[in-house]
């Protein structure tokens, strides 16, 4: 096939969306581990210290301060602390789920 500006697209793009489906069973294992804890850790958290009602107003700031901690601080590809990132991000992105889903638990 020629290399034309829509076969490059095109490649990218498949890449992009089914690029997940290249990698080893070892990281889709770690990745979904990883989702499923930072959801089961952030449930337990939000309903033990949130729904007690004593810290809320300290708890959501700390929240959002280390979400956008973990987002700003991400290393470049190449380096040994990426995989760690990549580990923490995917638990953020559980913890974020489970706050939405607890969000449209409570009707609010």
Known sequence: MQNTRFSIINDKLSEIIFGFLKSSWRSKSINL????????????????????????????????????????LRPSYRSNLFNLWS????????????????????GS
């Open 33 to 72: 581990i990883s989702v499923l804890l930072g959801y089961f850790l952030f449930a337990n958290f939000i309903t033990k210290f949130i729904s007690e009602g004593k810290n809320e107003l300290l708890m959501v700031p700390i929240i959002i301060l280390t979400m956008e901690i973990i987002i700003r």
């Open 87 to 106: 580990i923490i991000d995917k638990i953020r992105i559980g913890s974020t789920y489970a706050l939405i889903l607890e969000a449209f638990k409570l």
